[in-house]
């Protein structure tokens, strides 16, 4: 019965318990230019999340798989915050990271950024899947450390590559400090469910929900950022 009513929550209250988030990092939303929020985009009670994450936990160094709003949001935090924080932003499509880019160049912003375009593949690994290019990525986080993970891509969303986030697993295996949190997008999905899966079992440690669609890993010593 749970499920079915989270169901329904999500099918047709999508943005349901926004109001507080949207009041809390209005903010940096409104600060530069125009940002279109779509339903695509991240819910907002999940932006302040991240944004609390960085600030009170003092992350220094982000991976992100999807570029987007939370790209521009970070750096701009990172910016009025003042903040020892650097962003590595993979996504498959060039031309859409174009986009993000112009916007941070507007606002004098890209030194916060790295962007990868890692065109997406068909997998090897698991069916309907179609990864980020594995030699783009690789060469682009070599053996740095990252102490938050968001991870809201590659595109996922069609039967043939519903599976398809699962293998980000293999970019963050080897690469991430003894402190960290791991934000996951879409949760519910079946990719995502499998990449969650894998993330418990490399690291140990067990997800907590933030709603039936979005989740948090931790690890190591950390205050409280959930809203």
């Known amino acids: 019965m749970k499920k079915k009513i989270d169901y329904f929550l999500r099918k047709f209250f999508l943005h349901k318990n926004e109001e507080l988030p949207a009041f809390l990092i209005q903010k940096l939303y409104h600060q530069g230019s125009y940002l279109p929020f779509t339903t695509s985009s991240l819910k907002f009670r999940f932006l302040v999340c991240l944004a609390n994450d960085i600030v009170v936990n003092s992350r220094t160094s982000v991976l992100e798989f999807g570029s987007g709003i939370s790209t521009i949001l970070i750096a701009r935090l990172i910016k009025m915050n003042n903040l020892n924080c650097t962003i590595i932003t993979v996504d498959e499509s060039a031309a859409w990271q174009e986009i993000i880019k112009k ?86 999905r079946p990719g995502e469910t499998e990449l969650v899966n894998r993330i418990a079992s490399e690291f140990n440690i067990k997800p907590m929900m933030l709603d039936p669609t979005f989740l948090t890993f931790t690890k190591g010593q950390h205050y409280n950022f959930v809203i």
Do not use: H
């Open 103 to 188: 916007i941070l160049k507007e606002e004098n912003l890209l030194n916060y950024v790295n962007f990868v375009c890692a065109p997406a593949v068909k997998s090897t690994d698991i069916e309907l899947s179609y990864e980020y290019n594995n030699p783009a990525v690789f060469e682009a986080i070599g053996d740095k450390k990252f102490d938050l993970v968001l991870a809201d891509g590659p595109s996922a969303w069609q039967k043939t590559n519903v599976m398809s986030r699962a293998t980000n697993l293999k970019f963050i295996k080897n690469n991430m400090t003894d402190n960290f949190s791991i934000f996951v997008d879409n949760s519910d």
